[in-house]
């Protein structure tokens, strides 16, 4: 279980992850890889937040562990399960394509992203519409 370094991508050897991907790989920016660093050193141990024994930590636990952060940084309580919908609806306000978002979520088809984010679709299509109406309008 080693992580591979690759470019600007750190590839994430299989985990048993809650929704899986179809190799069981996953896939982080460097930058979250090396916020993630300490996680990652201890992979071997099968848990992304191990408690003191190596086991997985409890799921109330780490949420105690996220509003104790959140609180010192001065934001609003969420739930984990936030920051998941916080990460899709960046990635596709952001140019990130349906199907690669809906690969990384582990859902089973795009359609399910899009069902799930078309506020953000829609969004982009109004942009889109806004930006060829300028363009036709310079043209004419």
Same mark, same amino acid.
């Given at each position: 279980?080693?992580?591979?370094?690759?470019?600007?991508?750190?590839?994430?050897?299989?985990?048993?992850?809650?929704?899986?991907?179809?190799?069981?790989?996953?896939?982080?920016?460097?930058?979250?890889?090396?916020?993630?660093r300490?996680?990652?050193?201890?992979?071997?141990?099968?848990?992304?937040?191990? &408690?003191?024994?190596g /086991?997985p930590? $409890?799921?109330?636990?780490v +949420?105690?562990?996220?509003?104790? %952060?959140?609180?010192? @940084?001065g934001?609003?309580r969420?739930?984990f399960?936030?920051?998941?919908?916080t990460f899709a609806t960046?990635?596709?306000?952001n140019?990130?394509?349906?199907?690669?978002? &809906?690969s990384?979520? /582990?859902?089973? $088809?795009?359609?399910?992203? +899009?069902?799930?984010?078309?506020? %953000?679709?829609?969004d @982009?299509?109004?942009?889109?519409?806004?930006?060829?109406?300028?363009?036709?309008?310079?043209?004419?």
């Amino acid at each position: 279980n080693q992580v591979a370094l690759t470019g600007t991508w750190v590839r994430i050897p299989p985990l048993p992850p809650p929704k899986k991907t179809p190799d069981g790989v996953f896939f982080l920016c460097l930058f979250a890889a090396s916020v993630l660093r300490p996680a990652f050193d201890l992979l071997q141990l099968k848990a992304v937040f191990p &408690s003191p024994t190596g /086991g997985p930590m $409890s799921p109330d636990s780490v +949420l105690h562990m996220l509003h104790r %952060v959140l609180k010192r @940084a001065g934001l609003p309580r969420i739930r984990f399960h936030d920051l998941r919908h916080t990460f899709a609806t960046m990635a596709l306000q952001n140019g990130v394509d349906v199907k690669t978002v &809906s690969s990384m979520l /582990g859902h089973y $088809s795009a359609g399910f992203t +899009l069902d799930t984010y078309a506020h %953000v679709t829609t969004d @982009a299509q109004l942009k889109a519409a806004q930006t060829m109406g300028s363009i036709l309008s310079r043209a004419v």
